[in-house]
């Protein structure tokens, strides 16, 4: 049975620091692994064993040396990155570790730490920079068994689900090389060029006075607004959604999806696409203002075009965006950018084999979507 207790109850707690910069010779060899938040991937327990950055052993009495299986915890800027390190390490300021000891499973230890990442978020919530400092971090109260037996039962089952969900992933990873394969087979000349606004109407959503505000949101309505995190460099992902009434939807102009068209991500993350067809199950979809709509003109294959937008144009989207804290690609440029129009039986043929490839796809990622509910479900059950 569950109990809470402070980490400084459970374990000592050891904030990391990073050795001057000035002394070279504590770069100049690998000596001990050196950990920062970017090491950590989110929303999963980081196996942390080859780190980005290196010490040498005369700075070692200088850092905080930490030993296998301890837990460490991304604690200034982005909060919440969790790992457990396979090898004696050390790590920067930006991370707060639990030392290991006999009394507990370090896993056990992580997954509870994810349990309540969210309250540390919104504790750490900061106009400047979010920060989780040590005497806080100690005082954290966690979901915690003493009973070493529930805790290495409650790790085999958390651990069997994530690594069902990483085997999933390395499926995904097959599938887009053979895909990027596919692509590469098929021969284009440069007479096969030519500028999107030939082939498709560049269509902007309404921007104006009735443009949505939060208060006009709904968990579910009449039409779904896409946001930023629909639409993904692999398509559509509908697993958090925006919708507006039907009174607001026919308040707004342009920026209303028909089957065919294309999303095209213009502002923030540049060049995701996604194709609205008979696969997406909302009839009534509008684009948010970070988006354009590509509309065809010719007899293209819109599945195809999907494909080859996504391939090719992150390189002129480098070359051409403008603004550094938020990118966007201005409409006016967006027009320049020019896409190979092959003859139409050899899109349609590349689309068939596509389409093919892309049910196994989707299969694997709804296993994927379930795996998560599931992970979600057992946290809950055992964390509360």
């Given at each position: 049975m569950m109990e809470y207790k402070k980490i400084c109850e459970l374990a000592h707690v050891v904030t990391g620091n990073t050795p001057s910069t000035k002394i070279k010779d504590y770069?100049?060899?690998?000596?001990?692994?050196?950990?920062?938040?970017?090491?950590?991937?989110?929303?999963?327990?980081?196996?942390?064993?080859?780190?980005?950055?290196w010490l040498s052993n005369t700075a070692e009495k200088i850092i905080r040396m930490l030993p296998a299986k301890s837990v460490l915890f991304t604690s200034i800027g982005i909060i919440g990155k969790i790992g457990i390190l396979n090898v004696n390490a050390t790590c920067n300021q930006q991370i707060n570790a639990i030392l290991p000891n006999e009394e507990f499973d370090?896993?056990?230890?992580?997954?509870?730490?994810?349990?309540?990442?969210?309250?540390?978020?919104?504790?750490?919530?900061?106009?400047?920079?979010?920060?989780?400092?040590?005497?806080?971090?100690?005082?954290?109260?966690?979901p915690y068994t003493a009973d070493k037996k529930e805790q290495k039962q409650i790790v085999e089952v958390l651990d069997e689900i994530n690594n069902a969900i990483e085997i999933k992933k390395k499926q995904l990873i097959k599938i887009f090389e053979y895909t990027n394969s596919l692509f590469n087979e098929l021969q284009f000349s440069d007479d096969c060029l030519m500028p999107i606004e030939y082939i498709y109407n560049i269509i902007d959503g309404d921007r104006g006075n009735?443009?949505?505000?939060?208060?006009?949101?709904?968990?579910?309505?009449?039409?779904?607004?896409?946001?930023a995190k629909n639409v993904t460099s692999n398509g559509f992902i509908f697993e958090k959604c925006n919708y507006i009434t039907k009174e607001k939807d026919e308040s707004l102009r342009g920026g209303k999806l028909q089957?065919?068209?294309?999303?095209?991500?213009?502002?923030?993350?540049?060049?995701?696409?996604a194709l609205f067809d008979s696969t997406v199950k909302f009839d009534n979809v509008r684009i948010n203002s970070g988006m354009v709509i590509l509309r065809g003109k010719k007899d293209m294959n819109s599945?195809?075009?999907?494909?080859?937008?996504?391939?090719?144009?992150?390189e002129f989207l480098e070359?051409?965006?403008?603004?550094?804290?938020?990118?966007?690609?201005?409409?006016?440029?967006?027009?320049?950018?020019?896409?190979?129009?092959p003859p139409k039986r050899i899109q349609d043929n590349f689309a068939a084999k596509y389409t093919e490839i892309n049910a196994i796809k989707d299969q694997i990622n709804n296993e994927i979507v379930d795996l998560k509910i599931l992970f979600d479900k057992k946290m809950q059950q055992y964390f509360g």
């Open positions: 770069y100049l060899h690998k000596d001990i692994a050196f950990f920062k938040p970017n090491d950590f991937s989110e929303n999963r327990i980081n196996e942390l064993t080859m780190p980005t950055n370090e896993r056990f230890i992580a997954y509870s730490l994810l349990s309540i990442k969210d309250n540390l978020i919104a504790k750490a919530n900061s106009p400047v920079v979010p920060i989780i400092n040590k005497t806080d971090f100690e005082n954290t109260i966690i009735n443009y949505p505000t939060a208060n006009d949101f709904f968990d579910k309505e009449h039409c779904l607004f896409l946001n089957y065919g068209d294309l999303v095209l991500t213009t502002r923030g993350t540049l060049g995701n696409v599945t195809f075009c999907e494909f080859m937008i996504r391939k090719t144009i992150h070359k051409n965006k403008t603004g550094s804290a938020q990118p966007q690609i201005p409409l006016r440029d967006l027009k320049k950018y020019q896409i190979y129009v």
